[in-house]
């Protein structure tokens, strides 16, 4: 069925149209779709993969840095057994927000163009205006096909799925991963730890706790100062007393086969190699907002830093009905936003975006 959902009635060659489309169903996502809704804006909520897609390859026994109320979408109490939800919490609770709201969620839908219509291809009707098509792609057989309709999009695709990539031979081998998963397998074996930044750190303890032979390399001369600050003296004590290894001001110059093969980050090509053994290596060297979405449909981003420019009190971009949230808008910045400020952008951005379809329906000149 070409132009609307797979099972959804729509007929063929027609395509549904909905007051917003929101891309990305992790919290920030969550909340505005719940906002639309009791709202009585009709919403489509989308995502590449499965619902709060990021918090689920989060390491498996993975605590949150924050507390239950702060992470809270809709009102809805997140009950965790400490003050700090674990993982598996954090993911109980989003599933059953998204089912007891009864949100309209396609998950396995990936978002491939958002096209704005602009005034002079249709005339604008009630609610909210210009209207955007997006043009989507169904990743599993309930997700959407071909193009839905929206009066106004809001795009809050977050980062995770984005790992900055270190650019050198090998990193593509199954060997090596840029997501930390968990420690057991690895007990009495190599594993080399790339990065200096708390997900580093964080993993390093844990797979020395399992019983990991553990090497940490980082391009700096010690780990990053916004290191969390109750983490850095267990870890500067393993690395003192020689628990955990640690190869400071050394860059990766290439995977191979059972070692990770680093170098002095000045040196020139060859010189000063060392190799090291490694059964296993988590290249954990952070993430970053991926952007070709938003500017392939017009939204302007910073050359340097890759933010989005949209409007810090409604988070609308240059493009008139598209919203940017949470840490889509962040670009390459994205240790600045967190679920927790992030659903402040997604709650001044359906204030506005409610607002406006309030407003009364203006009609475009022909």
Known sequence: MTGGFQGSGAAAGTAQTFDVVIVGAGPIGIECAIRAQRAGLSHLLLDQGPVAAAIARY???MVFFTTSERLE????PLVSAADKPTRKEALDYYRKVVANERLNVRQFSRVVALRPLGAGAARRTNRLSPRFALDVEAQAPSGLQGTVHARAVVVATGY????NLLGVPGEDLPTVSHYYTEAHPYYARPVVIVGGGSSAADAALDLYR???KVTIVHRGEAMKRTLKYWIRPNLEN???EGSIAARFGMAVRRFEPGRVVIAPVAAAPGEGEEALPA???FVLTGYSAPTWLIERAGVRVDPVTRKAHVNPDTYESNVPGLYVVGSASSGTQTSEVFVE???VHARSAMDDLI????????????
Do not use: C, M, W
Not at 73 to 76: D, E, F, I, R
């Open 59 to 61: 390491p498996v026994y």
């Open 73 to 76: 979408v809709g009102g809805h």
């Open 160 to 163: 995770f799925d984005n790992p």
């Open 210 to 212: 399992a019983g990991a």
């Open 238 to 240: 393993r690395i003192k």
């Open 279 to 281: 059964d296993q290596a």
């Open 341 to 343: 400020n992030g659903l």
């Open 355 to 366: 607002r406006k379809s309030q407003e009364p329906a203006t009609i475009a000149s022909p």
